[in-house]
């Protein structure tokens, strides 16, 4: 949450993981910025703001995965977008090395700027996680006003990190020098389970590196492996640091929140205290952080955190203890989970408490915490008891926490949460009781079914399902035979223009230039800045509220045969949607009619039949042809993966078993063994007739 056009209120910033950056404000208008092409953003991502370069308007960062070319040359890429009047700009400003992958946005994707030296730019960390085999790493880095880029920090970064942990590193100037530090966690050595290691930035540009182990955290048998993001606060001159651990076994049950002191001599760290080892009942762990607030009114800190607890991925339970001595002061009553999604969001471990505000009605402050499909809020002056109001279970599951904000400057704090659907909502504060009351629903669509972003097309483009779609059955192949068979008709292209450029009622500009925006309250001419013509469209299909395959097909008037592969079905959701993406930025479309019914569907054999080759190396299939087709049959082929691959048409074909060729054995371009989906049309019923094949070399 930040002011962003320095209009004196506060908007809500959101990276979604294809990309978008939505900017929202109070009223639910919002604007959309876009990434330049090359990136992969449905790999995890963070987002941060901050007034990087000191001009008095804040930036966006960003992570993401950058395009893979080359299998095992993965890399993570920051891109910063840049306010200039009424325009953002945006570039990569730096990238990790390659077998690297950012981490979960909540716990480690997520770049941390701070201000290490005394230059006119902040400086920006990301922790990554290693792949392939390779370590994971701390990452610096800083502007460069010489060759107007950013580099890496010093000849030090990035730092080696051993082990796996997702931490996001802590700033925090412990020492009072200036210049904030860096806290990372890291696997220790000798048998130590844990370790932190601390960046120290001095004056002059140099950066001591040390390593700290945490022993005190392995106990009764159990190695410790702190995971959480860790979080440092003062309290009476005496600078604290607060984390979480697990056993270091995959499926762990336990966890722990431990403090330790930070000093600015060259002990670093002194043990202060921990839970020791609290069954979360969540099979996998949970991995979140504490937050750190005045949680009773006495003007001492406690340490917040959230765990499973009670019912086996059932409810949740939020702790507090003091940051001084960890005597506990707080312990929520059980909350139970989602009633709503099935499961009861067994997908998505509990998350930290990220945000604590003033009370407006008791001394202390309120904690405010998700749990996979759940927010809830609790009033310390009260016991444990909920804020009225409270639990909110969202629409679908909804890995991140909360947020704390006054977006209509009330003086009372408004909560609000996002989901895997596109939702955002805005819990405020009316009349003793926290509601949606006055607040625009962002993406509120009731017939939404996916979580991609929503924008609207002109008016009269229509892209929408024709008759029953087939889907395949698995097969012998398992899921890589699972696909879905639609006749896609699409009207209204011609309000595109010519060649499909996009209208002149569309916002944009180049993306080579800048970003892509879209506000719903000024508009910016596209003969100012063309879009490139698009001439496909790509076509997705979501299981209830879970994306599971797409295709890009010819983007002209007419009926269109799209064969979408699918990475799987879960026939216990009842319906599947369909929709269109014409601008590349996953518009919704008449989705109304294109929400299907399972049961519609019609299912095809796994295999209907079986090719190979002839004496003379052909690929041929046999066809019973009721009668003489005078204008022969089409015959289009396509591979699994939704490509269409061969597109035939014979001549005059007489009644009979009929050999057609489809792959003569010969050319450059043979048809791969595997399966196939062939569509033939004009055998006399006016239907399409659709097999899956297998060609067997």
Request: hydrophobic share 40%; net charge negative.
């Given at each position: 949450v930040a002011d962003t056009d320095q209009d004196g209120f506060s908007e809500i910033i959101v990276a979604t993981s294809f990309g978008m950056v939505y900017i929202i404000d109070r009223n639910g208008s919002y604007q959309i910025l876009s990434p330049p092409p090359g990136y992969d953003f449905d790999r995890f991502l963070g987002c941060a703001v901050g007034d990087i370069d000191y001009d008095g308007n804040p930036e966006i960062v960003v992570t993401c995965q950058k395009k893979i070319d080359v299998e095992n040359q993965e890399q993570v890429a920051v891109l910063m977008y840049d306010r200039s009047g009424a325009l953002w700009t945006v570039n990569e400003i730096a990238a990790s090395g390659v077998n690297e992958q950012a981490a979960s946005p909540v716990i480690a994707g997520t770049p941390v700027l701070f201000q290490a030296d005394s230059s006119a730019y902040m400086e920006i960390a990301l922790r990554t996680r290693g792949h392939f085999g390779e370590l994971p790493h701390l990452y610096v880095w800083r502007y460069d006003s010489l060759s107007d880029n950013w580099i890496d920090y010093s000849t030090d970064f990035p730092v080696t990190l051993d082990g796996g942990f997702y931490s996001a590193p802590a700033a925090v100037d412990f020492d009072e020098d200036g210049f904030e530090e860096l806290i990372v966690t890291a696997w220790g050595t000798g048998g130590v389970g844990t370790a932190l290691k601390i960046i120290d930035f001095e004056s002059g540009g140099t950066a001591l590196i040390s390593m700290h182990q945490l022993p005190e955290l392995d106990s009764d048998g159990e190695t410790a492996r702190a995971f959480g993001t860790l979080a440092a606060a003062e309290e009476n001159g005496t600078y604290y640091l607060a984390g979480s651990a697990k056993t270091d076994v995959l499926c762990s049950m336990?966890?722990?929140?431990?403090?330790?002191?930070?000093?600015?001599?060259?002990?670093?760290?002194?043990?202060?205290?921990?839970?020791?080892?609290?069954?979360?009942?969540?099979?996998?762990?949970?991995?979140?952080?504490?937050?750190?607030?005045?949680?009773?009114?006495?003007?001492?800190?406690?340490?917040?955190?959230?765990?499973?607890?009670?019912?086996?991925?059932?409810?949740?339970?939020?702790?507090?203890?003091?940051?001084?001595?960890?005597?506990?002061?707080?312990?929520?009553?059980?909350?139970?989970?989602?009633?709503?999604?099935?499961?009861?969001?067994?997908?998505?471990?509990?998350?930290?408490?990220?945000?604590?505000?003033?009370?407006?009605?008791?001394?202390?402050?309120?904690?405010?915490?998700?749990?996979?499909?759940?927010?809830?809020?609790?009033?310390?002056?009260?016991?444990?008891?909920?804020?009225?109001?409270?639990?909110?279970?969202?629409?679908?599951?909804?890995?991140?926490?909360?947020?704390?904000?006054?977006?209509?400057?009330?003086?009372?704090?408004?909560?609000?949460?996002?989901?895997?659907?596109?939702?955002?909502?805005?819990?405020?504060?009316?009349?003793?009781?926290?509601?949606?009351?006055?607040?625009?629903?962002?993406?509120?669509?009731?017939?939404?079914?996916?979580?991609?972003?929503?924008?609207?097309?002109?008016?009269?483009?229509?892209?929408?399902?024709?008759?029953?779609?087939?889907?395949?059955?698995?097969?012998?192949?398992?899921?890589?035979?699972?696909?879905?068979?639609?006749?896609?008709?699409?009207?209204?292209?011609?309000?595109?223009?010519?060649?499909?450029?996009?209208?002149?009622?569309?916002?944009?500009?180049?993306?080579?230039?800048?970003?892509?925006?879209?506000?719903?309250?000024?508009?910016?001419?596209?003969?100012?800045?063309?879009?490139?013509?698009?001439?496909?469209?790509?076509?997705?299909?979501?299981?209830?509220?879970?994306?599971?395959?797409?295709?890009?097909?010819?983007?002209?008037?007419?009926?269109?045969?799209?064969?979408?592969?699918?990475?799987?079905?879960?026939?216990?959701?009842?319906?599947?949607?369909?929709?269109?993406?014409?601008?590349?930025?996953?518009?919704?479309i008449d989705e109304i009619n294109n929400v299907l019914a399972i049961e519609r569907i019609t299912a095809l054999e796994s295999v209907s039949e079986v090719l190979i080759p002839s004496p003379a190396g052909s690929m041929e299939l046999t066809v019973n042809i009721p009668s003489t087709l005078p204008a022969g049959l089409k015959i289009q082929i396509y591979s699994i993966d939704g490509r269409l691959v061969t597109n035939l048409e014979t001549d005059t074909l007489d009644s009979g078993l009929t050999s057609i060729v489809l792959d003569d054995g010969n050319g450059t371009q043979r048809l791969p063994a595997g399966m196939y989906i062939v569509c033939i049309e004009g055998l006399g019923s006016g239907d399409v007739t659709r097999k899956v094949i297998l060609l067997d070399h």
């Amino acid at each position: 949450v930040a002011d962003t056009d320095q209009d004196g209120f506060s908007e809500i910033i959101v990276a979604t993981s294809f990309g978008m950056v939505y900017i929202i404000d109070r009223n639910g208008s919002y604007q959309i910025l876009s990434p330049p092409p090359g990136y992969d953003f449905d790999r995890f991502l963070g987002c941060a703001v901050g007034d990087i370069d000191y001009d008095g308007n804040p930036e966006i960062v960003v992570t993401c995965q950058k395009k893979i070319d080359v299998e095992n040359q993965e890399q993570v890429a920051v891109l910063m977008y840049d306010r200039s009047g009424a325009l953002w700009t945006v570039n990569e400003i730096a990238a990790s090395g390659v077998n690297e992958q950012a981490a979960s946005p909540v716990i480690a994707g997520t770049p941390v700027l701070f201000q290490a030296d005394s230059s006119a730019y902040m400086e920006i960390a990301l922790r990554t996680r290693g792949h392939f085999g390779e370590l994971p790493h701390l990452y610096v880095w800083r502007y460069d006003s010489l060759s107007d880029n950013w580099i890496d920090y010093s000849t030090d970064f990035p730092v080696t990190l051993d082990g796996g942990f997702y931490s996001a590193p802590a700033a925090v100037d412990f020492d009072e020098d200036g210049f904030e530090e860096l806290i990372v966690t890291a696997w220790g050595t000798g048998g130590v389970g844990t370790a932190l290691k601390i960046i120290d930035f001095e004056s002059g540009g140099t950066a001591l590196i040390s390593m700290h182990q945490l022993p005190e955290l392995d106990s009764d048998g159990e190695t410790a492996r702190a995971f959480g993001t860790l979080a440092a606060a003062e309290e009476n001159g005496t600078y604290y640091l607060a984390g979480s651990a697990k056993t270091d076994v995959l499926c762990s049950m336990y966890k722990q929140v431990f403090v330790y002191t930070l000093q600015s001599d060259p002990t670093r760290l002194a043990f202060t205290w921990t839970t020791g080892w609290m069954n979360g009942e969540d099979f996998y762990g949970n991995m979140p952080g504490p937050a750190i607030g005045d949680l009773d009114g006495d003007s001492d800190l406690e340490v917040i955190y959230t765990l499973n607890g009670g019912q086996y991925y059932k409810e949740g339970i939020v702790h507090g203890w003091e940051l001084h001595d960890g005597s506990e002061v707080f312990q929520s009553s059980p909350v139970p989970f989602n009633p709503v999604i099935p499961g009861g969001g067994t997908e998505v471990k509990s998350q930290p408490v990220v945000g604590l505000s003033a009370s407006w009605h008791s001394r202390g402050m309120s904690v405010f915490s998700g749990f996979s499909s759940l927010c809830c809020g609790h009033d310390p002056g009260s016991g444990s008891s909920m804020l009225e109001g409270f639990p909110v279970w969202t629409r679908d599951i909804a890995s991140a926490a909360p947020a704390i904000c006054d977006l209509d400057m009330d003086g009372s704090p408004e909560i609000l949460y996002i989901d895997y659907s596109g939702f955002a909502t805005l819990l405020d504060w009316n009349g003793g009781i926290y509601t949606t009351d006055g607040w625009l629903m962002f993406l509120d669509n009731p017939f939404r079914n996916g979580f991609y972003n929503t924008t609207y097309p002109p008016a009269g483009l229509d892209i929408g399902i024709a008759g029953n779609p087939y889907i395949s059955a698995p097969g012998e192949f398992g899921t890589s035979g699972l696909c879905m068979i639609a006749e896609i008709e699409i009207s209204g292209v011609s309000d595109f223009g010519e060649e499909g450029s996009a209208p002149a009622s569309l916002e944009s500009v180049s993306p080579e230039e800048e970003c892509i925006t879209r506000n719903n309250r000024s508009n910016i001419p596209a003969a100012a800045a063309p879009m490139i013509p698009r001439r496909t469209v790509e076509i997705a299909a979501f299981c209830a509220q879970r994306f599971i395959g797409s295709v890009t097909i010819e983007f002209s008037e007419g009926s269109h045969l799209a064969v979408i592969p699918l990475r799987y079905m879960n026939d216990e959701n009842g319906t599947i949607t369909v929709i269109a993406d014409p601008f590349n930025e996953y518009c919704e479309i008449d989705e109304i009619n294109n929400v299907l019914a399972i049961e519609r569907i019609t299912a095809l054999e796994s295999v209907s039949e079986v090719l190979i080759p002839s004496p003379a190396g052909s690929m041929e299939l046999t066809v019973n042809i009721p009668s003489t087709l005078p204008a022969g049959l089409k015959i289009q082929i396509y591979s699994i993966d939704g490509r269409l691959v061969t597109n035939l048409e014979t001549d005059t074909l007489d009644s009979g078993l009929t050999s057609i060729v489809l792959d003569d054995g010969n050319g450059t371009q043979r048809l791969p063994a595997g399966m196939y989906i062939v569509c033939i049309e004009g055998l006399g019923s006016g239907d399409v007739t659709r097999k899956v094949i297998l060609l067997d070399h």
